[in-house]
């Protein structure tokens, strides 16, 4: 495995959040009303943390190159990823560095996600086996 990833960038849109409403049963307002999200002190509609940390595990899947490669994935949320009212929504771009490889064909990944130049994520990392 090289030191490095190629950065991967996922487009989340007011749509995606919808969809994943619909698939997770967590339909909390601040995932689609403004008016509720600002109420709360939010800039706006906020993806779900979860649909979050799973396109940033979708990134790992790929990089490890199938998810049984996948052995452990932690992530903290520190920021919320905001979500506008736009066809093209807002971007997630997930890079990772390698921390460790052991003698047991692991390799120790320290990843990033940020949003609008914003970390997203923080503590994330994830251990994945060679193939």
């Avoid at 849109?13 to 109420?39: C, E, K, M, P, Q």
């Avoid at 790929?62 to 929504?89: H, I, K, L, Q």
Wanted: proline residues 5%; charged residues 20%.
């Amino acid at each position: 495995m090289t030191d490095t990833f190629e950065p991967q960038t996922f487009r989340i849109t007011r749509a995606d959040l919808v969809r994943y409403a619909g698939a997770s049963g967590d339909f909390n307002s601040i995932h689609w009303s403004d008016r509720i999200a600002t109420s709360v002190g939010l800039p706006g509609v906020i993806a779900h943390g979860m649909f979050t940390m799973a396109l940033v595990g979708r990134a790992v899947t790929a990089w490890a190159g199938a998810p049984d490669a996948v052995v452990e994935y932690n992530v903290r949320f520190s920021r919320p990823v905001p979500v506008p009212d736009t066809d093209e929504g807002t971007e997630v771009v997930v890079t990772a560095t390698v921390k460790e490889t052991t003698d047991e064909g692991l390799t120790r990944l320290a990843l990033t996600a940020t949003c609008q130049g914003e970390k997203v994520l923080s503590l994330a990392q994830a251990t994945v086996r060679k193939r």
